[in-house]
């Protein structure tokens, strides 16, 4: 989209009656400001409003957050929330001037930002079964839903820190959220950008689905005062990617029925009015056929048992016990279509979880080292199909020959690899534990001299190799457990996988290598102790 069709667009949405009765815009911006440096846009949404048509150019800003800082990543930055009332002219007069001189001034005020480029108009609607993300910075976006223009920041280079460890961007939306009721740490791809929302005011839809018809029924509440025009809705139901209903009504103004059954699949809706303006649309919505009553009824005996405590020292407790019973009200649709698709999903989803090892089980036999072989491969396979970007990999048992079996087969030259060990030794065997050396053992050399040792005997001509290895030292950083794959740097966030044993373990015994669900969180986790141990005792081996 170019800036002239954003402002023709903008100008028919925004003619009295056409969808609104617009006076005012509320500008919300979320800002950053580095020490010294200009301010600069995080986010900002401009919502088209009603009610304060008395607005001009010398309105003040007003600050709805204190200020935000201590932004892991931003050092010296503060952050905060502005809004600013301007008149519905501003808009224009903004886009006129961005488009000339790539200046942001729609608060009255020359705000940073990337280069700002349009893209294609969109709608949205209100949340229905299926949530719509955007609606989590619109604002009260409930009704019949809004018009939104996007501007964006394609760069966005100054927001590097938060794309690296999503947990800042988590923390920033909890700040703002305090001020202003948006949450945008799951949309970072909003960062830098500028949101136009124009919400449908003139009227509200409803869609409703009579219990037992095959029709479904869309009504429209004017509001008060508003001319009255012909509408057409739309409105399909799909399953399994087939559209399984579909239809267009003739014109109405209040109501009409669709030859659309909404009982057995989520159904959408668009409004349109005569002159091919959307006036309303719902987001793919359930009809509700069956509820679960659950009854949890107290129990007159309590448990009553002792625990030792972290002294070992027993404690009593006491629990008190419910009972629960659930009952159903409604129909269910026993084994239909649907059943029988969720199993084949199901089936599905095995073989694609297998594919791209996103969950894996190792059950390794008796005299047979096959298991381990496959699980090692699996390593090896992930570390080179996402591993271009960089790999962690985060074991307290980690040794020399674990990194020689792993991430030695990274095939991506020069990216960069690290590894955390908590440096401790693998516990011994059973076998060996029960075993009766005839001799006392020479004591063992420490830890990193023994994994140097193997290094230098076995690393080769280290072409291509960026690793580092370090270990836990002294007091800094802490003992860990958990042992995981991590793809810390790629373009659509990191990436980790949970091995389920350590790396020397890998196929000995029933383990589950797993993606995990919380990537960013298990990469903050190893950043910050990878960035505890920072003295060159914690430092192993680099290959350079």
Same mark, same amino acid.
């Given at each position: 989209?170019?800036?002239?069709?954003?402002?023709?667009?903008?100008?028919?949405?925004?003619?009295?009656?056409?969808?609104?009765?617009?006076?005012?815009?509320?500008?919300?911006?979320?800002?950053?400001?580095?020490?010294?440096?200009?301010?600069?846009?995080?986010?900002?949404?401009?919502?088209?409003?009603?009610?304060?048509?008395?607005?001009?150019?010398?309105?003040?800003?007003?600050?709805?957050?204190?200020?935000?800082?201590?932004?892991?990543?931003?050092?010296?930055?503060?952050?905060?929330?502005?809004?600013?009332?301007?008149?519905?002219?501003?808009?224009?007069?903004?886009?006129?001037?961005?488009?000339?001189?790539?200046?942001?001034?729609?608060?009255?005020?020359?705000?940073?930002?990337?280069?700002?480029?349009?893209?294609?108009?969109?709608?949205?609607?209100?949340?229905?079964?299926?949530?719509?993300?955007?609606?989590?910075?619109?604002?009260?976006?409930?009704?019949?839903?809004?018009?939104?223009?996007?501007?964006?920041?394609?760069?966005?280079?100054?927001?590097?820190?938060?794309?690296?460890?999503?947990?800042?961007?988590?923390?920033?939306?909890?700040?703002?959220?305090?001020?202003?009721?948006?949450?945008?740490?799951?949309?970072?791809?909003?960062?830098?950008?500028?949101?136009?929302?124009?919400?449908?005011?003139?009227?509200?839809?409803?869609?409703?689905?009579?219990?037992?018809?095959?029709?479904?029924?869309?009504?429209?509440?004017?509001?008060?005062?508003?001319?009255?025009?012909?509408?057409?809705?739309?409105?399909?139901?799909?399953?399994?990617?087939?559209?399984?209903?579909?239809?267009?009504?003739?014109?109405?103004?209040?109501?009409?029925?669709?030859?659309?059954?909404?009982?057995?699949?989520?159904?959408?809706?668009?409004?349109?009015?005569?002159?091919?303006?959307?006036?309303?649309?719902?987001?793919?919505?359930?009809?509700?056929?069956?509820?679960?009553?659950?009854?949890?009824?107290?129990?007159?005996?309590?448990?009553?048992?002792?625990?030792?405590?972290?002294?070992?020292?027993?404690?009593?407790?006491?629990?008190?016990?419910?009972?629960?019973?659930?009952?159903?009200?409604?129909?269910?649709?026993?084994?239909?279509?649907?059943?029988?698709?969720?199993?084949?999903?199901?089936?599905?989803?095995?073989?694609?979880?297998?594919?791209?090892?996103?969950?894996?089980?190792?059950?390794?036999?008796?005299?047979?080292?096959?298991?381990?072989?496959?699980?090692?491969?699996?390593? +090896? =396979? @992930? &570390?080179?199909?996402?591993?271009?970007? $960089?790999?962690?990999? %985060?074991?307290?048992?980690? !040794?020399?020959?674990? /990194?020689?079996?792993?991430?030695?087969?990274?095939?991506?030259?020069?990216?960069?690899?690290?590894?955390?060990?908590?440096?401790?030794?693998?516990?011994?065997?059973?076998?060996?534990?029960?075993?009766?050396?005839?001799?006392?053992?020479?004591?063992?050399?420490?830890?990193?001299?023994?994994?140097?040792?193997?290094?230098?005997?076995?690393?080769?001509?280290?072409?291509?190799?960026?690793?580092?290895?370090?270990?836990?030292?002294?007091?800094?950083?802490?003992?860990?457990?958990? +042992? =995981? @794959? &991590?793809?810390?740097?790629?373009?659509? $966030?990191?990436?980790? %996988?949970?091995?389920?044993? !350590?790396?020397?373990? /890998?196929?000995?015994?029933?383990?589950?290598?797993?993606?995990?669900?919380?990537?960013?969180?298990?990469?903050?986790?190893?950043?910050?102790?990878?960035?505890?141990?920072?003295?060159?005792?914690?430092?192993?081996?680099?290959?350079?």
């Amino acid at each position: 989209m170019t800036f002239e069709k954003l402002r023709a667009e903008l100008s028919c949405l925004l003619t009295p009656g056409r969808i609104g009765e617009f006076d005012h815009i509320e500008l919300i911006e979320v800002i950053g400001t580095p020490r010294g440096g200009a301010t600069i846009n995080v986010l900002s949404v401009a919502v088209l409003s009603e009610g304060r048509s008395a607005v001009g150019d010398a309105e003040e800003a007003e600050r709805l957050t204190e200020r935000i800082g201590r932004i892991d990543g931003f050092k010296d930055w503060s952050f905060g929330v502005m809004r600013t009332f301007r008149p519905v002219a501003a808009l224009d007069q903004a886009l006129a001037t961005l488009a000339v001189s790539g200046e942001w001034t729609l608060s009255g005020r020359t705000l940073g930002t990337g280069t700002l480029r349009p893209e294609p108009a969109m709608f949205a609607p209100p949340d229905g079964t299926v949530p719509v993300p955007l609606n989590s910075v619109l604002k009260n976006n409930f009704w019949a839903g809004s018009h939104v223009f996007r501007l964006t920041d394609q760069e966005k280079t100054p927001f590097a820190p938060f794309f690296a460890d999503r947990r800042r961007l988590q923390r920033l939306s909890d700040a703002v959220s305090v001020g202003v009721p948006i949450t945008f740490a799951g949309l970072a791809d909003l960062l830098g950008d500028v949101l136009i929302q124009l919400p449908v005011t003139i009227l509200v839809p409803s869609v409703t689905a009579p219990r037992g018809a095959v029709h479904s029924d869309v009504a429209v509440a004017w509001r008060s005062g508003a001319a009255r025009r012909p509408l057409a809705t739309a409105a399909r139901t799909r399953w399994d990617e087939l559209l399984t209903g579909a239809a267009v009504s003739e014109r109405f103004t209040d109501s009409v029925r669709l030859p659309v059954d909404n009982h057995r699949q989520p159904l959408e809706t668009e409004i349109w009015d005569e002159g091919g303006i959307l006036v309303g649309a719902t987001a793919s919505t359930s009809t509700l056929k069956q509820i679960a009553l659950g009854m949890h009824v107290s129990q007159h005996e309590p448990r009553i048992f002792n625990v030792p405590n972290v002294r070992g020292q027993p404690v009593a407790e006491r629990v008190e016990l419910t009972e629960t019973t659930t009952s159903f009200v409604g129909t269910s649709a026993g084994q239909d279509a649907n059943f029988w698709l969720g199993r084949r999903q199901d089936l599905e989803e095995r073989r694609r979880l297998e594919a791209t090892r996103d969950f894996v089980q190792y059950r390794p036999q008796i005299n047979s080292t096959d298991e381990q072989d496959r699980a090692l491969a699996d390593l +090896r =396979f @992930l &570390i080179n199909r996402h591993g271009h970007t $960089g790999v962690d990999l %985060w074991d307290p048992y980690l !040794s020399a020959e674990d /990194l020689l079996r792993t991430l030695f087969f990274c095939c991506h030259s020069n990216a960069p690899l690290r590894a955390l060990t908590d440096g401790r030794d693998p516990p011994r065997d059973a076998t060996q534990e029960c075993s009766t050396p005839e001799e006392p053992a020479a004591p063992n050399p420490p830890f990193p001299d023994r994994q140097r040792v193997v290094f230098e005997r076995d690393a080769g001509n280290r072409e291509g190799l960026r690793l580092e290895y370090r270990t836990r030292r002294g007091p800094k950083g802490w003992h860990f457990h958990d +042992r =995981f @794959l &991590i793809f810390p740097n790629l373009r659509d $966030g990191p990436r980790a %996988w949970s091995l389920g044993t !350590s790396v020397n373990s /890998l196929g000995k015994a029933h383990h589950i290598l797993q993606r995990v669900s919380n990537p960013a969180m298990v990469a903050g986790a190893f950043e910050d102790l990878w960035a505890a141990l920072d003295e060159p005792q914690h430092v192993v081996w680099r290959s350079w």
